[in-house]
Structures are given as C-alpha cells and as structure tokens.
C-alpha cells in the first residue's frame, strides 16, 4: 500500500521557522519525484517545491525560493521542507505527493502531475 505522510505542520509566529516531513512508503521511493503543493482556504493548490530524489534537483515556487529548502534522506525514504522566515501568506495545508521525474518536470507545478498524495499538514502563520 502506497503511503505519504506528512507531519510538522503548526502555529508559527512571522519570522519563525517550520520543517515538514513526508515519510513515503510503498512504492520506489528513489524512482520518483516528490512534491510539496499547499492549499490556503479559498484558494486553489499550488506548488511549492519538488525533488527528483535520484539527483537531488529542485524546483521552488518564486514566492519561496531562497526561503524553503526541499532535502531527502534517501534511508528513510523521506522528504523534508525546511520553512523559514515565515509570513502570513504562507498559511495553507502542506501536501506531499510522488509523481515519475519525467511526468513532473513536464506538468510540474500542476497538481495534475502527482500519482500519490498525502493528507496534508496544517501549517499557519498569523498575521
């Protein structure tokens, strides 16, 4: 059975730093991609970062780069997004999810992209 499971999320105030984690199981973790989507109410999902975990690229939403930071464990089949610098507008739950590199990098940052998906992690920020 295909598993995604996040955990991290929390109340954090501005400024302040989060780390989520994804604990993947199930399939050929080194075989895929894995992405990090948040969806704030309201408001569609979006994508925010991903990692090809056979080389270790990454992609990061404009509004995040230089903020988030996408890493894996390859031994724990695990992903991680270290969140700093926090802002108000970063408020959403926090999907991880598994597509194949090639599928992603061609529809990434559609959610469209992904084969397996999370059940997401609350992460808020007030203003």
């Known amino acids: 059975e295909v598993q995604l499971v996040e955990s991290g999320g929390g109340l954090v105030q501005a400024g302040g730093s989060l780390r989520l984690s994804c604990a993947a199981s199930g399939f050929a973790f080194d075989n895929y991609a894995i992405g990090w989507f948040r969806q704030a109410p309201g408001k569609e999902r979006e994508g925010v970062s991903c990692i090809t975990i056979s080389d270790g690229s990454t992609y990061y939403l404009d509004s995040v780069k230089g903020r988030f930071t996408s890493s894996s464990d390859n031994a724990k089949n695990t992903v991680y997004l270290q969140m700093n610098s926090l802002k108000p507008e970063d408020t959403a739950v926090y999907y991880c999810?598994?597509?194949?590199?090639?599928?992603?990098?061609?529809?990434?940052?559609?959610?469209?992209?992904?084969?397996?998906w999370g059940k997401g992690t609350l992460v808020t920020v007030p203003s």
């Open positions: 999810a598994a597509a194949l590199p090639h599928i992603l990098k061609s529809l990434w940052p559609h959610p469209l992209a992904m084969d397996y």
